[in-house]
């Protein structure tokens, strides 16, 4: 009688039983599981589309998505289906100034904000519609700022666009989101990059962040950036005028505002990235938050920074021990990007 070893010798006993060994699908319990976490930052997040673009070209697959701001507007629409392609024809709608004014609706009297914000949300539910959380291809948690309890407060059931709303609701210029008898505001101004609360609510193995919060080596970079001190000297009457009415201008109170909160946002996001296995900072100067006719750049900027950490995201799909232990690395790209074309205030 032919011992198994034996058997295996055969020629085509061999290739039978090679070919019914490709033919059983192989488990894949093994396979990490991979969490995506989008930070808040206004149109510099447009970078995110590039970075999901990569994903989806590369065949990276991501288990859940969690979301500041900015990054939960965007992971809410791929989380409800929208490819990166299609994710980058709604980034062009706003082609210019104009278009992005004709979103806004004033706030009169400005006592709680400047804009009301609901445009932005309608333009929102114009793709997503009711949808709820319960209704998403991939699970999604979004992150507000409770103005009452000052902390975040995650969303990740009910009407998802009116999760965004509340997410993205910039201190100071819009007006705070009323849910459920609470005051919601921005989500960067507590978790403007939830890594920790996305591994709290998905049975995740692994994470990679999307930062585009501007870090203190940015700033000095940059020197001509959103966040430079100072402002270009003129003799322009209208010019001074205006900067002096300008809220928003250098110096003025809402620059001084967004100026204290970006350094809160700064300390935040450097202690969550350190929770992350992977973190991509697209580098971009001059990046203003309302910049969005600029949106190629961004998108750009976003692909260059996957594209130049695929290896290290390619790593993050190896079951361990196999992959090498990459928590906390923070991978930022080389400066090699455009000017972004910030209008000064």
Known sequence: MKTPAALSQIPWLAALTRLVADEVPRPSAEAPRIGLCLSSGGARGLAHVGV?????????????ISGSSMGAY?????????????LEELARE?????????????????????IRGDKVRRHLERSLGGMDFNDLHTP????????DTLGPVVFDKGNVAAAV????????????????GRRYTDGGASEPLPVTLLRQHFKVDRVLAVSVVPTPQDIEQCRASDFACGQPATRNPFVKFWRKVNLMAYGNVLDTFRRSLAAAQIQVTAKEALQADLVLHPFFCEAAWYDFENFDRYIKAGRDAAHAALPEIRALMMPAPARPLLKGGYYETAPTHPPMGSLAA
């Open 52 to 64: 999901i673009q990569v994903l989806e070209e590369e065949g990276i697959p991501i288990a859940a």
């Open 74 to 86: 965007i992971g809410a629409l791929w989380a409800a289906g929208f490819n990166g392609a299609r």
């Open 94 to 114: 706003i082609k210019d100034r104009r278009t992005l004014i004709r979103l806004l609706d004033p706030l009169l009297p400005p006592s709680e904000g400047l």
């Open 140 to 147: 999604l948690l979004t992150v507000a700022t409770d103005l």
């Open 165 to 180: 709303h509340a997410s993205a609701a910039i201190p100071g210029i819009c007006a705070p989101v009323r849910l459920n």
